[in-house]
């Protein structure tokens, strides 16, 4: 019973997030005169259906997916209300909405895990572990605040610290602090994790500082939080691109819902945090510029910004068409392996 339980958590999580995405459309189609004909959630047989102020909502089987139907999105539409209609900054809103709500629920529910912490560590350094080498003149010293390592923006101290000295190849590091208000470039620092903490694990051996949690700096130290996660996703994305990951590692639907599950029999805290990962994910997926995304769409309406006139609708439509077709595939091959994954692991 507990162990459904936390699959059913996980599975309204998912749901709430594709909820959020679509609500984000409908919204701003609804408050920009646009016609909204359809909103569903989840794919598949519809189970419940209403029609109510001139849009079907609809509940469908499988508890993946949804929709904003909007009048005129994918055709050509006589309706004055239709999205073809809408202003250009009007379409421009309504596309990017549901990516915009999900970055928003992402960095609410990043906010919220801060709510109980009285202090946020701090970019600059308070003090070196006894023994710690790389200390003085030229080298770093405590009050310096860390802005870069190896090129990597440091936004959160530890984490973002530790994953810009993972970028360099020879174990020497470049690190860009602002010490006395003036930026400094530390160049060829050898710093190695020669400490560990009281579990074991390696150390750099700095401490940062911690300031005052308040409104204030929960809401930047979430911000913090919510970009970091953001680049996460474009770090990966990169790597696919370039092949230092394989498609082989791509999850989807059912490998998100495992690892949810996986996550929430462990720590709430740590579930929350994966699913603001996962809003932002999606979020940043789609304002990717592929057809059949959100992103995809963005495109054609700034080629029209640009042109002063619409790409006919049908050129649009085959161009989103084949993009969708395409995605289906992809999600078909990843849920496979995703399967494949759980049976194997048993």
């Not at 160049?187 to 994790?193: A, Q």
Request: overall charge neutral; glycine content about 12%.
């Amino acid at each position: 019973m507990q162990t459904f339980g936390m699959i059913l958590l996980a599975i309204l999580a998912f749901s709430l997030l594709i909820i959020v995405h679509e609500f984000g459309h409908f919204i701003t189609a609804k408050r920009g005169g646009v016609q909204v004909n359809e909103f569903w959630i989840g794919m598949g047989p519809t189970l419940l259906s209403k029609e109510w102020h001139g849009t079907r909502y609809c509940l469908r089987l499988l508890p993946f997916g949804g929709a904003c139907v909007m009048e005129g999105e994918d055709g050509e539409s006589e309706s004055p209300h239709s999205f073809a209609r809408a202003k250009i900054s009007r379409r421009a809103l309504i596309v990017a909405a549901g990516a915009l709500m999900n970055f928003l629920v992402g960095y609410l529910i990043l906010y919220g895990l801060l709510m109980p912490l009285k202090a946020l560590p701090d970019n600059a350094i308070a003090s070196f572990q006894e023994g710690f080498a790389y200390q003085g003149e030229g080298m770093l010293m405590p009050g310096d605040q860390i802005l870069k390592v190896n090129g990597y923006h440091v936004l959160l101290s530890k984490t973002d610290f530790n994953a810009g000295l993972a970028r360099s190849k020879d174990g020497l590091h470049d690190i860009e602090v602002r010490r006395d208000g003036q930026k400094l470039l530390l160049e060829d620092i050898p710093l190695k994790p020669e400490f560990k903490d009281a579990n074991g694990n390696p150390l750099y051996g700095i401490n940062f500082q911690m300031r005052p949690a308040n409104l204030w700096t929960r809401a930047q130290y979430a911000a913090n939080m919510a970009v970091d996660l953001g680049r996460m996703v474009w770090d990966s994305l990169g790597m696919l691109v370039t092949g230092q990951v394989g498609i082989n590692q791509l999850s989807g639907p059912i490998g998100v819902g495992d690892a949810l599950v996986q996550t929430v029999k462990t720590s709430f805290s740590d579930f929350l945090m994966l699913v603001a990962f996962i809003s932002i994910n999606l979020g940043v997926m789609n304002l990717l510029p592929l057809p059949a995304l959100d992103g995809g769409r963005l495109i054609f309406i700034i080629i029209e910004a640009i042109r002063r006139k619409p790409v006919p609708p049908k050129y649009e439509g085959w161009v989103h068409g084949a993009g969708l077709a395409l995605l289906m595939l992809l999600m078909i091959y990843v849920t496979g392996n995703d399967i494949l994954r759980l049976l194997t692991r048993g």
